[in-house]
T-cell receptor, first 110, second 114 residues
Framework: AQSVTQLDSQVPVFEEAPVELRCNYS??????LFWYVQYPNQGLQLLLK??????LVESINGFEAEFNKSQTSFHLRKPSVHISDTAEYFC????????FGTGTRLLVSP | NAGVMQNPRHLVRRRGQEARLRCSPM?????VYWYRQLPEEGLKFMVY????????ESGMPKERFSAEFPKEGPSILRIQQVVRGDSAAYFC????????????FGPGTRLLVL
């Protein structure tokens, strides 16, 4: 069985500031790890994923996440956020079905 | 390549009616997943289907809910005798043949039960 904890329900930041969204998971088996983003009234879009290999994975819009097996974490980071990054972010471990965290709302203000 | 399509996007039903939610996976995808998102909550897995087979329905309520993915046509999530607590956003996702592949999500169907 898998479970996931997103420690922050809401993260307010100013534009161009760095941000980290935390995700810890537990699993009795090896899993894949995903970050999805949800904009208001829309479906989820894949942001990045870890399947195997390099523990640092990057997205095309500047986000990155690092898989830490010893700490069972997969935190999401961005060195400089933009207003358009305002959205809900979901961490999801899984093998077939995904187990979603409760989400972290990133609020970027000018 | 069109994405995952869901219809209707919004559905209003009165208590006791039936709700049918449709999902057309991406072309070439034979795995379909249904998730439910209650207000202010994350997504919860409901059911995982391949063509003509239910693989995992561990997240489905025991009564009133059913799902199918026929050989031809979209996947259907059916809710009989809806209650107010069924009001939620229902998302469908599809993935290619291999397990562990990325799941691509549709825009969701927002069900409101009056």
């Amino acid at each position: 069985a898998q479970s996931v904890t997103q420690l922050d329900s809401q993260v307010p930041v100013f534009e161009e500031a760095p941000v980290e969204l935390r995700c810890n998971y537990s699993s009795s088996v090896s899993v894949y790890l995903f970050w999805y983003v949800q904009y208001p009234n829309q479906g989820l879009q894949l942001l990045l994923k870890y399947l195997s290999g390099s523990t640092l994975v990057e997205s095309i819009n500047g986000f990155e996440a690092e898989f830490n097996k010893s700490q069972t974490s997969f935190h999401l980071r961005k060195p400089s956020v933009h207003i358009s990054d305002t959205a809900e972010y979901f961490c999801a471990p899984g093998f077939q079905k995904l187990v979603f965290g409760t989400g972290t709302r990133l609020l970027v203000s000018p | 390549n069109a994405g995952v399509m869901q219809n209707p996007r919004h559905l209003v039903r009165r208590r006791g009616q039936e709700a049918r939610l449709r999902c057309s996976p991406m072309k070439g995808h034979s795995h379909v997943y249904w998730y439910r998102q209650l207000p202010e909550e994350g997504l919860k897995f409901m059911v995982y289907l391949q063509k003509e087979n239910i693989i995992d329905e561990s997240g489905m309520p025991k009564e009133r809910f059913s799902a199918e993915f026929p050989k031809e046509g979209p996947s259907i999530l059916r809710i009989q005798q809806v209650v107010r607590g069924d009001s939620a956003a229902y998302f469908c996702a599809s993935s290619p043949r291999q397990v562990g592949e990325t799941q691509y999500f549709g825009p969701g169907t927002r069900l409101l039960v009056l």
